[in-house]
């Protein structure tokens, strides 16, 4: 196959993964740019709800618990997320019950004396409101209202992302006589088609490295049980411990020695989340952030604690993962910019621009070479002669 001949299917594999996936890429990406600041914007719009009302030493978590079970009678008590800082609130979630997961309820509850101070549904939801925008953007994020089968298209859709970005650097590739100076920069007093193609070829290559990253790693979360089973044929994922527990009193431990246990196993690390036992698995879960790790996002680690009585079952920390393991505990992080901290956060979302800045200068640079073959055929040129006609007789 010729150069040339090469180059035009590079084109239409562009060409087309751009119009076939180019709207949902310009959605995810947008998305995306929200929810990089999800928990900020939240807060700024719901104050009453996501800050605390009122200031004092924070109470007993199982205070917090029975508070929010008094506040939502009848459902299983899944998880709570302890404040990320001294401006957030505990947001408790809440199932139909321990077998039925299939939705959820978040209650968000002032720290300092137990007050529900909101209730609204959890993901998956869709309810353009101000006091749950933030949940609808993230269930649009990652399945487009669509279910599990959105899921899966998303997940495809970012197949076709890492296509478009292979695909569109073979075509800005510098060759012949080309300078890479011309090859990365907007030409000086470029108008119409032209400025339309250096806005896409330019912002196209100087976001490629992290858009790739972040598709990369949105296509891995998506896919995640089809990743950890590919990675387990080359290094060790273990799955959570859920075999039978030794038999022992019925009766729940109280949360607080749950949480007491896992900071003396982890010290200076900070809960992340406190999963409720049945919510996943037979045992209470705790996951925690330790201080090193995956840069300014902390180190995964986990640990699973009898339900009765606290003792220890399992603890995971991430110094000992597995290179798969490892792998997989990075992903989250390098997708939500989150490993770089607050820089990182704002480069994601200044990247969910991206694709909106490709769809449309490509679109409008196809449209334009398409109307511009169409008057330069045969029939073209007597349709554009007929126009001049017509428009001559009118002068």
């Known amino acids: 196959m010729g150069r040339n001949r090469a180059r035009q299917v590079w084109v239409v594999i562009h060409r087309w993964v751009g119009l076939l996936a180019g709207a949902w890429l310009v959605v995810a990406g947008l998305s995306g740019s929200f929810l990089a600041f999800y928990p900020e914007i939240d807060r700024a719009l719901n104050p009453d709800w996501s800050t605390p009302q009122s200031r004092g030493e924070p109470l007993p978590m199982q205070r917090v618990l029975d508070s929010a079970r008094q506040a939502m009678p009848g459902r299983f008590l899944h998880s709570v997320f302890p404040p990320d800082g001294p401006d957030d609130v505990h947001h408790v979630w809440f199932t139909p019950s321990a077998e039925d997961q299939g939705r959820m309820w978040e209650l968000l509850v002032d720290p300092s004396n137990g007050r529900v101070l909101g209730q609204r549904e959890a993901v998956p939801t869709m ?50 006589g080309r300078r890479w100076s011309q090859a990365l920069r907007i030409k000086g007093g470029a108008r119409g088609v032209r400025l339309q193609f250096d806005l896409h070829r330019v912002a196209a290559v100087y976001s490629v490295v ?18 950890r089973a590919v990675l387990s044929q080359v290094s060790i994922v273990r799955s959570p411990p859920h075999e039978s527990l030794p038999p022992r009193s019925h009766a729940l431990v109280d949360a607080d020695v749950v949480l007491a246990r896992a900071a003396a196993e982890f010290p200076g690390s900070r809960v992340r989340c406190l999963w409720l036992p049945q919510a996943s698995g037979p045992a209470w879960r705790v996951t925690l952030a330790e201080p090193q790790g995956i840069g300014w996002a902390g180190g995964r680690a986990e640990l699973w604690l009898h339900p009765a009585d606290a003792s220890l ?47 449309v200068t490509g679109a409008l640079v196809w449209w334009r070479k398409r109307s511009g073959r169409k008057y330069a055929s045969p029939a073209g040129a007597r349709l554009a002669g007929r126009g001049t006609s017509i428009r001559s007789q009118h002068l």
């Open 210 to 227: 992290v858009l790739v990253v972040v598709v990369f790693t949105g296509v891995t979360l998506t896919f995640g049980t089809q990743t």
């Open 313 to 359: 079952i399992e603890a995971r920390r991430h110094g000992d993962a597995s290179a798969a393991e490892t792998y997989l505990a990075w992903q989250l992080p390098l997708h939500s910019g989150r490993v770089l901290g607050v820089p990182g956060r704002i480069a994601v979302c200044a990247l969910g621009f991206v694709p909106l800045l490709l769809a």
């Open 127 to 176: 309810e353009f409101t101000r006091r749950n925008i933030a949940n609808t953007v993230y269930t649009l994020h990652y399945n487009l209202f669509m279910g599990d089968a959105g899921s899966t298209l998303v997940g495809f859709v970012g197949l076709f992302a890492l296509v478009s970005s292979l695909t569109g650097v073979v075509l800005w590739w510098p060759r012949g």
